[in-house]
């Protein structure tokens, strides 16, 4: 059973730091991974999508790794500003099931 | 394409009356999969379907949730009877097949916040 762990639950940094986010998976036969942010009380917005034969992909301040072997993705942020805020899930799909993580709550100070 | 389409955005109702989410995929897509979100046990897959066909419904979490797909346009998830302990977000999401050199990015409905007192 694929399992998703995000760390860490939250973090909060100023302003203009930049920050990475973590997602470990215990199954390593995966199609994808994608990253998620959702913002309170709204829907998931995708951000980035790794197919499993990728180890990265980039999206302006955004760039997202794979290391299938390990079961490690990485969401690296830029240049961190405050609407950064919000919570990022990761996402890896399996054969068929899309399973999430818990999330991890970022808030940019200003 | 519109997106995925959910409906309705909220919904409140009382202990025992039955409550159906509905949702529309983004045309072509495959697979279609419903969430619950809370606080405190975040994302759950409740079930998914694969060419209108119920694949894994083992996120269900008793015999009151059923889902159904009648055709590649439409799907639903009711709840009968509804119990507080039923409040949270019920998200859906569609992907296309998973194939070499598609994009099977997910894409997820706006959600439908149900709460049951």
């Known amino acids: 059973k694929q399992e998703v762990t995000q760390i860490p639950a939250a973090l909060s940094v100023p302003e203009g730091e930049n920050l990475v986010l973590n997602c470990s998976f215990t199954?390593?036969?995966?199609?994808?991974l994608q990253w998620f942010r959702q913002d309170p009380g709204k829907g998931l917005t995708s951000l980035l999508l790794i197919q499993s034969s990728q180890r990265e992909q980039t999206s302006g301040r955004l760039n997202a790794s794979l290391d299938k072997s390990s079961g490690r993705s990485t969401l690296y942020i830029a240049a961190s500003q405050p609407g950064d805020s919000a919570t990022y899930l990761c996402?890896?799909?399996?054969?068929?099931?899309?399973?999430f993580g818990q999330g991890t709550r970022l808030t940019i100070n200003p | 394409d519109a997106g995925v389409i959910q409906s309705p955005r909220h919904e409140v109702t009382e202990m025992g009356q039955e409550v159906t989410l509905r949702c529309k995929p983004i045309?072509?897509?495959?697979?279609l999969f419903w969430y619950r979100q809370t606080m405190m046990r975040g994302l759950e897959l409740l079930i998914y379907?694969?060419?209108?066909?119920?694949?894994?419904d083992s996120g269900m979490p008793e015999d009151r949730f059923s889902a159904k797909m009648p055709n590649a346009s439409f799907s639903t998830l009711k709840i009968q009877p509804s119990e507080p302990r039923d409040s949270a977000v019920y998200f859906c999401?569609?992907?296309?097949?998973?194939?070499?050199?598609?994009?099977?990015?997910?894409?997820f409905g706006q959600g439908t916040r149900l709460t049951v007192v």
């Open positions: 999401a569609s992907t296309p097949v998973l194939r070499v050199g598609i994009n099977t990015e997910a894409f």
């Open positions: 199954d390593s036969a995966i199609y994808n």
């Open positions: 379907f694969n060419n209108n066909v119920p694949i894994d």
């Open positions: 996402a890896v799909r399996g054969a068929q099931k899309l399973v």
């Open positions: 045309s072509g897509h495959d697979y």
